[in-house]
């Protein structure tokens, strides 16, 4: 098994590819090793001193570090992610909660909604995805959207820019009622 990895625009956040399905529905955050009990591959992860947080994606792992050098984990993350894609241990157990449906907005809000999620899903989370990251919809309110961002998204240095010159700008653009892109 080959793994590749790919850097991130968080310096803290590595990504890897083992060339297979990891998630085949929605993503897995964790940012603690009380959050990676779900998981077999996630425990295993934050067992590796300097972990600070996993996140698995379509086809992608990533991994989040403290100060520790990643000449000096990654060697232990290949091989802890390689040993459980061997191994044929699930990643999630079958009851993993793919939706994330708890988002908040006013009935009639819910067009507005609509166009927002279809932009977010077909264009913003493809592009995030590919730098190891996810961000879901989490509720509008008197024209702000709220997104929760995950993966290398969560505390990476652009992040702020890209909600603001990017995203915000996308949704202004195609959604007129939107003013504002706020993180959860």
């Avoid at 009380?34 to 972990?51: C, H, K, N, Q, W």
């Avoid at 698995?56 to 403290?66: H, I, Q, Y």
């Avoid at 190891?132 to 961002?149: E, H």
Wanted: with cysteine.
């Amino acid at each position: 098994m080959f793994i590749q990895t790919e850097a991130t625009p968080n310096p803290s956040t590595l990504k890897f590819l083992p060339g297979r399905t990891v998630l085949g529905q929605g993503t897995f955050e964790a940012r603690d090793a009380g959050e990676a009990t779900r998981s077999p591959l996630a425990s295993r992860l934050f067992e590796i001193a300097g972990v600070t947080g996993v996140f698995f994606g379509s086809d992608f792992v990533t991994v989040t570090k403290d100060s520790a050098e990643w000449a000096h984990l990654k060697p232990a993350i290949l091989g802890a992610i390689m040993e459980h894609f061997v191994s044929g241990q699930t990643l999630l157990p079958d009851d993993h909660e793919h939706a994330e449906d708890d988002a908040f907005f006013a009935a009639e809000d819910a067009g507005v909604v609509d166009t927002i999620r279809e932009l977010i899903d077909t264009r913003v989370r493809p592009a995030v995805a590919n730098d190891g990251g996810d961000i879901t919809f989490r509720g509008y309110k008197d024209g702000v959207v709220f997104l929760a961002m995950k993966g290398s998204c969560s505390g990476c240095p652009s992040s702020t820019a890209t909600l603001k010159n990017g995203i915000e700008n996308l949704l202004r653009h195609f959604v007129p009622d939107v003013v504002e892109v706020r993180p959860v």
